[in-house]
């Protein structure tokens, strides 16, 4: 049952993302443009999510023991320090998405949409992700 609602709601997220148009490259490209065609309608999509999780994140971030529906433990981060490693990961992050125009769960997204080339900027997350992964075992 858990695996069927996974899938139900992992569909109706893409789904949400093609509506709104967060899995359209040039439509997030023109959201970050903000001296150029700069399109605001991004930052809409954005708030509602935000609206929409808020209640359910601070309900969890204040239970000792958060569980969730199917009554398993979810794991919070312990650490919100703000450092050197966090700022970097998020520059690079923004820097990756301003480039590409492609954020993570949009290019899996695209894919499905037929847009092969989405699987340059796949490759090139998953890449970094080991990369990551490698320098933290050091």
């Not at 069927?4 to 709104?20: D, E």
């Not at 899995?23 to 999510?49: C, E, I, R, Y």
Request: charged share 10%.
């Amino acid at each position: 049952m858990k695996n069927i609602l996974a899938f139900v709601f992992g569909s109706l997220f893409s789904v949400g993302l093609m509506f709104s148009g967060m899995s359209n490259p040039q439509k997030v490209l023109n959201f970050l443009d903000l001296f150029g065609h700069w399109d605001a309608s991004l930052a809409f999509v954005m708030l509602g999510a935000i609206a929409v999780a808020f209640i359910p994140f601070q309900m969890a971030v204040r239970r000792a023991h958060a569980k969730t529906v199917f009554n398993q433990m979810i794991d919070l981060p312990k650490n919100n320090h703000i450092d050197k490693k966090l700022v970097s990961g998020a520059v690079l992050f923004g820097i990756g998405w301003g480039i590409a125009g492609i954020c993570p769960a949009p290019s899996l997204t695209l894919i499905g949409l037929g847009h092969y080339e989405a699987l340059y900027f796949i490759v090139a997350m998953l890449l970094g992700m080991t990369i990551h992964r490698k320098w933290l075992e050091h």
